[in-house]
Each structure stands twice: as structure tokens, then as C-alpha cells.
């Protein structure tokens, strides 16, 4: 239901308020990133997605998770030189 799409989903944590935040490897034309769904609505909301332009650089993100502060976690690739 909405924007942004799914291609490669690979983990899913839950937040705080109940939404659902998932790492896609293959999103936003492939760099990957977080897309955060509503459960109630199923709305999607873009959190992150790889970037050239001073955000995080995702390489084949593979997993989610939150530190009890609420950060969120993405372990990925080490990107090549």
C-alpha cells in the first residue's frame, strides 16, 4: 500500500509506537534502506535510504534492529573503496 515499494525485504523490528520498520536491500533503486510502516493504515514512510549526499551508505543492508534509546541498528557491507 503506498510509497515507498518493497523489492528485497530482509528484517523487520518493531518501534516504540508500534510501527513497523523494515531494511530493504534492494529499495530505493537498489542501494537499499528503512521504510517504516503504520500497522493500522499500512502507510509507508521513507526513515533512511542510501545516499551520496552526506546520509548512510548502505551496501545490501541485511538486518534491523533498536537500541533501547530507540536508534536504529542496520548492519550492512563495508562499502568498496
Avoid: H, K, N, Y
Avoid at 530493504?24 to 528503512?34: C, E, L, R, S, W
Avoid at 551508505?57 to 538486518?63: A, E, G, H
Wanted: charged share 20%; hydrophobic share 35%.
Amino acid at each position: 500500500m503506498g510509497e515507498p515499494s518493497f523489492v528485497t525485504p530482509r528484517g523487520i523490528a518493531l518501534d516504540a509506537d508500534g510501527s513497523i520498520l523494515v531494511v530493504d536491500q534492494d529499495a530505493f533503486g537498489g542501494p537499499g534502506g528503512v521504510i517504516r510502516v503504520d500497522p493500522a493504515t499500512g502507510a509507508r514512510t521513507t526513515v533512511s535510504e542510501s545516499s551520496t549526499s552526506g546520509g548512510p551508505s548502505f551496501v545490501t543492508p541485511r538486518d534491523i534492529a533498536l537500541e533501547a534509546d530507540g536508534s536504529i541498528l542496520v548492519p550492512t557491507r563495508t562499502p568498496s573503496a
